[in-house]
């Protein structure tokens, strides 16, 4: 298996000094090359669970192994893509995405990979620009392309398009879809919308919250393009739904709860 | 109306009204002489050089002054911000050394140095120093967390995140750390230039004083407040705004 989670467990400590579960035994077992969801509602740890693979935030117990090695700090294997773009506004696009290959690779060569991944999320028109001058939508495809640059086994992306307006994430998520189909990367894919995790993935985990936990493993096996498919889409759609509905329902009451007792 | 000619017309009825009433003798020209005469009094200094030679030596002491202030005062900054023990100890005590006006170091300085550059020098050094290393302790302190996450997923650490990452993304309390340094040196210089040896901008103005010669004293302030706002306004906001603009501070 190409990523291993084992018995994951993941403990904060509150204001209050009490520890909080967010994570509770998780297990997964994910294929190279799988396109791979995470949903679920939020607070269910979706995140810290895709920070910990990433290696920035450090495990409670449990282990998560990465073709055969043991994952305790961040590596270039695994390339991130973050909610808000991350670019550093002090360097050009192109420099940014040039960031992590200074250390490896001779400038010409940085620069022609570079290219090549800005090429690819269609940003070419765009090397010398800086990253204010550029739209949400432009500016997270800087980040994909500078994630991808480093060459990744895995690709992370913790809600990549949720600060997005409608129509600039239905067109990232065609893009998304090539380059998946081109590099043929792992992806882990952390989002709470159904139909975007319908729409991109292979599998789709869908967790539970207080703690979080895995609820189920769904394979969406709907050939791709998955336009044309819209009646199996929203058959799977109310399978999840079914899921998560309990879930919403019990935070929900939790923070009803919460303010009457306040 | 544009707010240049508003400016314009108001100071015109105030130089106006100055130089028509020393004309008339309301008051007598030590206590404070007409701005036609400040202006002959400035155009003769400019003319003999000696205002020119007073305005090089005072930033020659000031460039020395705040060029020492800047390192020291970013190495420090750096220093607090990193280090715990450093910020509990140093840090805690730069406040209070800020609100001392650097002016009162110079009896001391005088002492240490004698009565010569040395001693100013150190009074512009204390000037810009504190500010600038409070200034540098706040922008690596604020440095977005998600930069920092972002340059570990892409493997910068240690030394390597500090000089790519940490360093750039709080330039811009760099700069206005060395805004405010500058701010401050440039008054403590004209300080310890009033009670310490020439040439230089403040000896000349005590110089001017001790012989009466109040248009001098009037053309001396007119060049010390003139250098001071044009070195901020053109200078330094200029670059605040750009690099504010740049890195996301405004929109």
Request: aromatic share 8%; charged share 20%; hydrophobic share 45%.
């Amino acid at each position: 298996m190409f990523i291993s989670i084992n018995q994951l467990n993941k403990q904060f400590t509150d204001k209050n000094g009490n520890p909080s579960t967010v994570l509770k035994d998780i297990n997964l077992a994910i294929e190279k090359g799988e396109f791979v969801s995470i949903l679920g509602p939020s607070g269910c740890g979706k995140s810290t669970l895709l920070s910990i693979v990433a290696g920035l935030t450090d495990v409670t117990s449990g282990e998560i192994i990465v073709d055969g090695t043991k994952i305790t700090k961040p590596g270039k294997d695994r390339g991130m893509v973050f909610q808000q773009a991350a670019l550093f506004p002090w360097i050009n696009v192109l420099e940014n995405v040039m960031f992590p290959l200074k250390k490896e690779m001779s400038k010409k060569e940085a620069t022609d990979q570079a290219k090549k991944y800005l090429k690819m999320v269609q940003l070419s028109n765009y090397l010398e620009h800086y990253p204010h001058e550029l739209s949400g939508g432009m500016q997270q495809r800087v980040a994909i392309a500078r994630a991808l640059a480093m060459d990744p086994d895995i690709l992370l992306m913790d809600e990549p398009f949720g600060a997005l307006d409608e129509q600039t994430r239905t067109r990232l998520h065609d893009q998304l879809e090539d380059i998946w189909t081109e590099t043929k990367k792992t992806v882990l894919f952390v989002t709470h919308s159904i139909s975007e995790s319908i729409k991109l993935s292979d599998r789709i985990i869908v967790m539970g919250t207080r703690p979080g936990t895995v609820l189920t493993d769904i394979k969406v096996d709907i050939p791709r393009p998955r336009s044309e498919h819209k009646d199996k889409m929203i058959e799977i759609e109310e399978h999840v739904m079914g899921y998560l509905k309990k879930e919403i329902d019990k935070v929900v009451s939790e923070e009803l709860n919460h303010e009457t007792s306040v | 109306m544009k707010p240049v000619f508003k400016r314009i017309i108001f100071f015109g009825i105030i130089l106006s009204l100055w130089e028509l009433g020393a004309r008339l003798g309301l008051w007598t020209e030590i206590i404070l002489p007409a701005p036609s005469k400040v202006i002959v009094s400035l155009y003769s200094g400019i003319e003999n050089m000696t205002l020119l030679y007073d305005l090089l030596a005072s930033f020659r002491r000031l460039a020395v002054g705040l060029a020492i202030a800047l390192i020291l005062g970013t190495s420090i900054g750096v220093l607090i911000a990193k280090s715990k023990t450093a910020d509990d100890t140093i840090g805690s005590s730069l406040l209070a050394f800020q609100s001392v006006p650097s002016i009162v170091w110079l009896p001391l300085a005088m002492m240490w140095f004698g009565l010569n550059d040395k001693a100013v020098i150190f009074v512009v050094v204390l000037g810009g120093t504190f500010v600038m290393a409070l200034n540098v302790r706040t922008g690596i302190k604020n440095v977005p967390p998600l930069y920092i996450r972002a340059a570990q997923t892409m493997g910068a650490k240690g030394l390597d995140l500090f000089i790519r990452v940490v360093f750039p993304a709080s330039i811009p309390y760099f700069v206005t750390g060395s805004r405010l340094a500058w701010a401050f040196a440039w008054r403590a210089l004209i300080a310890g230039e009033l009670l310490t040896t020439g040439p230089g901008l403040g000896y000349t103005l005590r110089y001017a004083s001790d012989f009466g010669d109040m248009s001098m004293v009037i053309g001396v302030m007119i060049i010390i407040g003139a250098i001071g706002a044009i070195v901020d306004q053109l200078i330094f906001q200029r670059i605040e705004k750009s690099v504010a603009k740049r890195w996301g501070l405004s929109s």
